[in-house]
Nanobody, 125 residues
Framework: QVQLVESGGGSVEAGGSLRLSCAAS????????IGWFRQAPGKAREGVAQ????????YYAGSVKGRATISQDKDKNAVFLQMNSLKPEDTAMYYC??????????????????WGQGTQVTVSS
């Protein structure tokens, strides 16, 4: 079992920044990837970024590339998502998710095994 807890969301004005955190606990050695997803009301869950826990390789959605940085602190079993130049369209609930296998594309939510409860990001214009 793996438990994930997100934090760091909030309300900011357009152009601002937020740093989201994802704390993992439990059988963390089994985690191959940590991904960040977001879901706005009435929209499908969207992959934002993913990091490979072994080597730190990162992937980003085109909508956030250049504005987001995913990183990890392996000693603390934590993954971070730094979001800069935030836009109103970034408003969503942000979730971190853990994948225990090498199956599927990084942005496919159904391939992840464990999910956090989410943290809300609201960007005002």
């Amino acid at each position: 079992q793996v438990q994930l807890v997100e934090s760091g969301g909030g309300s900011v004005e357009a152009g601002g920044s937020l740093r989201l955190s994802c704390a993992a606990s439990g059988y963390t050695d089994s985690i191959k990837y940590i991904g960040w997803f977001r879901q706005a009301p009435g929209k499908a869950r969207e992959g934002v970024a993913q990091i490979t826990t072994s080597g730190g390789t990162a992937y980003y959605a085109g909508s956030v590339k250049g504005r987001a940085t995913i990183s990890q602190d392996k000693d603390k079993n934590a993954v971070f998502l730094q979001m800069n130049s935030l836009k109103p369209e970034d408003t969503a609930m942000y979730y971190c998710a853990a994948k225990l296998n090498y199956v599927g594309s990084w942005f496919v939510a159904s391939t992840y095994n464990y999910w956090g409860q989410g943290t809300q990001v609201t960007v005002s214009s």
